[in-house]
C-alpha cells in the first residue's frame, strides 16, 4: 500500500525549495527604504509629494490603531506625507493641531490598543456646507488629496459626498481668496478610500468589518464568566448585546456558545413563541442542564415589529417556569479591551491596501473600500455597498425579513441556518447498547481525533454529535486516537455528553499522533468492523490527513475501510494540505498575540530592550508570520523563506538603527523549526552580542501555551459549522452507499475526503487528489501558501528596506459585490 509517506526527493534539498520558493515570488522593484544619515530612514518612493489624510469617524471599534498604522508607514513607505486628523469629520473643520503630520513614530506600540488613539467625534459641522468649506480648506492649505476614512456607512457616505463637492468647494475657495488659484490647480481632485470600522458587521460588501471579532471575544468572555455562576445556582440568564439593527452580534455568540435562544432583527419569532420558549427551556432542564442562555441584541424584535426586551423575557421566565432569571446588558464592554489578532491583522491589511488603492487612483476613479473577501483584501465600489446596506434595512422596514437575511450575505445565512438546525433538533430516544456496542442504530458513525489538541475540536465534536444522532444515526467517540481504537477505548456518544463542549479547550476525546498504517492497518480495519462503523471522521492536523489517506489508499486490500471518511483539519500550525485555515489556529494566533503584549508591556520601564520569541508551528511558519503582523514584530524567521548570517546581520544592523532612530523596543519571531542551525539561542546570542551599547536582549519560548486557553469565537463557530457539513455528507454517503444486506460499501474517491476552507467557500476535496500537494517530510503544503504574501507586508510596516509586488500581493479588485460562501465566522 502507498500511504504517501515517502518524500519526493526533489524536495528534501532546503535549497532546492528556497529556489523554487524564490522563483515563485519574484516581484517588480518598484520602492524602497533604505537607512539614511543619523539613522534615520528615507523614503524612496514612486509617489513623493502626495499627502494623505487618515482619519476615524463615527463609534469607535478594535482594530482602528492598527488600521491607522498601517496607513502612516506604508504612506511613507511609497513616499507619501501622511496626516493624523483627529477627532474625525470635527478635527476636519476646526484644524489647526487636529491635523498633524505623522512619522514612523507617530504610530509606534498603538496596535494593541483598544479604541481609536486619534478619536472620533459626532460632527454637526460637517454636514452644512460651510462645515464642509472649513474642511476643505484646512486640507489644501496642507496639499491632502488623498482621505482615508475609517467607519461606518454613514462615515463614508459622508466622505463620498464631500468628494463630489470638492470641485465646488475650491471654486468658493478660490474665489473668496481664501484659497489660491495655485492651491486650488494643486488639489483639484480628491480621493477617497474607505475602510469599515464596525462591530456590529453591518456593511455589505466585506466579510467582516474591523472590531467584530474583538467585539465577539468580548461577548464570549462574559457568557463563559456567566455561566460558571448561572450553573452553580441552575440560574436563567439573558444576555443583552449589542446590535440595534443588525443581529450578527448575538447570532455568532449563540452559535458559539450553545445558547439555548436568541433574537435578533433579521429573524424575528413567530406568534406563539413565549410557549415554544418556555418548552425548550424545560426540556433542557429535564435533561441534566444546569444553566440556560438566552441573547438578545438591542434591535430584537417580534413579526409584528414589536421590540422584545431583557426585561420581559425575565419576566416571561421567571412568571411561567419559576427559575431564577437574571439580565446582563453588556453595552459599551464590547467595543472595549484589547483588538484580537484577527482585527489587528485585518487593520494592518486594509490599511495597507488602502493606501495601494489611493496611490492608483486617477481623477476618474470612483471612491471605494476596501473589504475582506475569504482571505484576500479587495476593493469594491462604496457607494454600492452603502446603498445595499440600507436596503437592508428597507426590507427590514417592510417586514420582509427572508429578503433581509439574503441582503446580509451568504455568511450571515450560513450562520442562521446552521443556528436553526442546531436549536430545532430534539434528542432521539437513547438506543445505544450498554455494552458499547451501537448495534441498535442503523448507522452508526465514529468521530476520533488525530494529531496534537486544537481549541475548537470540542465544537465540532458537539455540533457532528447532535445532529447525527438527530438523523437517526448512532455516534461512536473514539478517545486517544487510533491507539485507543486498538486498545477498545470506544463509546457511544450521547446527546447529554457533549454539552457545554463548545466552549472547552483541548479535546474531551483525547488524542495522539499515531496513525493507522503505524499501528497496523488490518488490526484498525478489524476494530471498525468490530464497532460497526459505517462513517468517519477525523478530526486533526497533518497526521488526521495522513490517516484518511492512508485507509483510503488501502481499500483495494481492506474492505472495512471502504465507507464514508472525511477530515476536519486541525491544528494550530495551520499546515494541512487543501484549506487555508485549521481549527485552532485563530485561538493560538491570540494567545501569542496577548503574550507578545504582555513581554512588551512588562519592558515599559526599560529602554532599548529586543525580544526573541519561539513560536510553534512544526515546519509551516503560519503562526510565526500572522502573530509577527499582529504583534508588529521587526522579523519572523520561518522555515518557508531562505535566510543565512547575512540576512540576520543586517536585522540587527536594521534593529539598532531604529532603536537609535527612538523606537524603544524591538520584537524578533522565530518558528521552531525554521532553521537548524539558527536556533532560537543562536539567534538571541547573536542580537545579545551585536547589540551592545545599543540595547539588550530576552528570549522567550512560548511552548504549549500556544495550544491551551479557551477556543476562540472564530474557532467555535468554524468548528461547529464544519460539523455540520460534515454531518450532511457523511449522512448522505452512507444512505448512497448501502448494500441489500444493509452494509456500507464505497470505493469512490469522493467518499475519502477533506473540509476544507479555501478563499471564500468549504469544498471537499478526495485526500488522494491532495497528495501531490503534501510535503510528508516536513508535514507541510507543497503550494505555496496565500499567507507568505503577507511576509512582504510585514516586514515593510517594521520599516525594512524591502521590497513588494504592488499588483495581487496584498489584494485583488472586485469590480462589484461578490458574494461567495463566506466562513468568516
Not at 492651491?183 to 453591518?202: E, F
Not at 446527546?495 to 499501528?519: D, I, N, S
Not at 519560548?701 to 474557532?715: E, K, N, T
Not at 497528495?771 to 517594521?798: G, H, N, V
Request: charged content about 25%.
Amino acid at each position: 500500500m502507498d500511504s504517501g509517506g515517502e518524500h519526493d526527493p526533489a524536495f528534501s534539498d532546503d535549497e532546492e525549495r528556497q529556489r523554487k520558493y524564490q522563483l515563485e515570488r519574484k516581484r517588480k522593484q518598484s520602492i524602497n527604504i533604505e537607512p539614511g544619515k543619523e539613522g534615520k530612514f528615507v523614503a524612496k518612493g514612486l509617489h513623493g509629494g502626495k499627502a494623505i489624510g487618515v482619519f476615524t469617524s463615527g463609534g469607535d471599534a478594535q482594530g482602528m490603531n492598527s488600521a491607522v498604522r498601517a496607513v502612516v508607514r506604508m504612506g511613507i513607505y511609497v513616499g507619501c506625507r501622511v496626516y493624523l486628523i483627529k477627532e474625525g469629520y470635527q478635527g476636519m473643520v476646526d484644524g489647526g493641531n487636529n491635523i498633524q503630520l505623522a512619522d514612523w513614530k507617530s504610530v509606534s506600540g498603538i496596535m494593541q490598543r483598544g479604541g481609536t488613539v486619534i478619536g472620533s467625534a459626532r460632527c454637526k459641522d460637517f454636514r452644512e456646507r460651510e462645515g464642509r468649506l472649513k474642511a476643505a480648506q484646512n486640507l489644501v492649505e496642507r496639499g491632502i488629496t488623498n482621505l482615508v476614512v475609517i467607519g461606518g456607512d454613514g462615515s463614508l457616505t459622508g466622505a463620498n459626498l464631500f468628494r463630489q463637492e470638492w470641485s465646488g468647494l475650491l471654486d468658493e475657495l478660490s474665489q473668496t481668496e481664501r484659497i489660491t488659484p495655485d492651491q486650488a490647480d494643486d488639489c483639484s481632485h480628491l480621493n477617497i478610500v474607505g475602510m469599515v470600522g464596525s462591530i456590529d458587521n453591518d456593511f455589505c460588501g466585506t466579510d467582516m468589518t474591523i472590531g467584530t471579532d474583538s467585539a465577539l471575544h468580548r461577548i464570549m468572555e462574559a457568557i463563559d464568566n456567566i455561566s460558571t455562576t448561572a450553573s452553580s445556582h441552575q440560574r436563567c440568564f439573558v444576555l443583552e448585546v449589542m446590535g440595534r439593527h443588525c443581529g450578527y452580534l448575538a447570532l455568532v455568540a449563540a452559535l458559539a456558545s450553545e445558547a439555548d435562544w436568541v433574537f435578533i432583527p433579521e429573524w424575528p419569532p413567530e406568534k406563539g413563541w413565549q410557549d415554544v420558549l418556555c418548552k425548550k427551556l424545560s426540556q433542557e432542564r429535564s435533561m441534566e442542564q444546569r444553566l440556560n442562555i438566552i441573547i438578545v441584541a438591542e434591535g430584537a424584535i417580534d413579526s409584528e415589529g414589536n421590540r422584545i426586551t431583557p426585561d420581559d423575557l425575565q419576566q416571561l421566565v421567571s412568571s411561567r417556569l419559576k427559575y431564577d432569571t437574571r439580565v446582563t446588558i453588556l453595552g459599551h464592554v464590547q467595543r472595549g479591551g484589547s483588538p484580537s489578532a484577527f482585527d489587528r491583522i485585518l487593520g494592518c491589511r486594509m490599511g495597507a491596501e488602502a493606501v495601494l488603492a489611493l496611490m492608483d487612483a486617477t481623477p476618474d476613479t470612483p471612491a471605494c473600500v476596501v473589504s475582506l473577501d475569504g482571505n484576500q483584501t479587495v476593493r469594491v465600489p462604496l457607494m454600492e455597498c452603502v446603498e445595499r446596506t440600507k436596503a437592508v434595512q428597507k426590507a427590514m422596514d417592510q417586514k420582509d425579513f427572508a429578503a433581509a437575511v439574503t441582503l446580509r450575505g451568504r455568511s450571515f445565512n450560513n450562520n442562521l441556518e446552521t443556528y436553526r438546525r442546531l436549536s430545532k433538533v430534539k434528542p432521539p430516544r437513547e438506543l445505544a447498547d450498554v455494552t458499547g456496542c451501537h448495534h441498535a442504530y442503523p448507522f452508526n458513525l465514529a468521530v476520533v481525533n488525530v494529531g496534537a489538541p486544537a481549541c475548537g475540536m470540542n465544537a465540532a465534536m458537539r455540533a457532528f454529535v447532535r445532529l447525527a444522532l438527530a438523523k437517526g444515526f448512532g455516534v461512536l467517540g473514539i478517545r486517544y486516537g487510533f491507539e485507543g481504537l486498538l486498545n477498545d477505548n470506544v463509546h457511544p456518544l450521547s446527546w447529554v455528553e457533549v454539552q457545554a463542549w463548545a466552549g472547552v479547550g483541548g479535546t474531551k476525546l483525547g488524542t495522539t499522533r499515531v496513525m493507522p498504517h503505524e499501528v497496523g492497518l488490518d488490526k484498525v480495519a478489524a476494530k471498525l468492523k468490530k464497532y460497526n462503523v459505517h462513517g468517519l471522521l477525523c478530526i486533526g492536523g497533518f497526521e488526521a490527513f495522513h490517516s484518511v489517506l492512508a485507509m483510503a489508499d488501502a481499500r483495494e486490500k481492506y474492505p472495512e475501510f471502504c465507507i464514508p471518511m472525511t477530515v476536519i483539519p486541525s491544528t494550530i500550525s495551520n499546515n494541512v494540505p487543501g484549506t487555508d485555515f485549521s481549527l485552532g489556529s485563530d485561538t493560538a494566533l491570540n494567545e501569542i498575540a496577548d503574550i507578545c503584549d504582555r513581554i512588551k508591556q512588562s519592558a515599559s520601564g526599560t529602554k532599548n530592550r529586543v525580544f526573541v520569541i519561539e513560536t510553534m508551528g512544526g515546519y509551516c511558519g503560519y503562526l510565526a508570520t500572522m502573530s509577527g503582523l499582529a504583534g508588529g514584530a521587526d522579523a519572523a524567521y520561518i522555515f518557508e523563506e531562505n535566510f543565512g548570517i547575512s540576512d540576520l546581520q543586517s536585522d540587527v544592523i536594521h534593529m539598532a538603527a531604529k532603536i537609535k532612530d527612538g523606537v524603544k523596543r524591538g520584537l524578533v519571531l522565530r518558528n521552531e523549526h525554521a532553521n537548524k542551525n539558527y536556533t532560537t539561542d543562536f539567534i538571541f546570542g547573536l542580537y545579545n552580542e551585536e547589540g551592545k551599547g545599543i540595547f539588550n536582549c530576552r528570549m522567550n519560548v512560548l511552548g504549549h501555551m500556544q495550544q491551551g486557553g479557551r477556543p476562540s469565537p472564530f474557532d467555535r463557530n468554524m468548528g461547529t459549522k464544519m460539523a455540520a457539513k460534515c454531518v450532511e455528507t457523511l449522512v448522505q454517503q452512507v444512505q448512497d452507499a448501502k448494500q441489500p444486506d444493509g452494509s456500507v460499501f464505497t470505493k469512490d474517491r469522493s467518499t475519502a475526503t477533506l473540509l476544507g476552507l479555501v478563499k471564500r467557500a468549504s469544498q471537499f476535496t478526495p485526500v488522494q487528489d491532495l497528495k501531490e500537494q503534501a510535503d510528508f517530510k516536513y508535514k507541510i503544503s507543497r503550494e505555496l501558501p496565500w499567507w507568505m504574501c503577507l511576509r512582504d507586508l510585514l516586514r515593510i510596516l517594521a520599516r525594512h528596506n524591502t521590497t513588494m509586488q504592488h499588483e495581487g500581493a496584498l489584494h485583488r479588485t472586485a469590480s462589484s459585490i461578490d458574494e461567495g460562501e463566506g466562513f468568516f465566522l
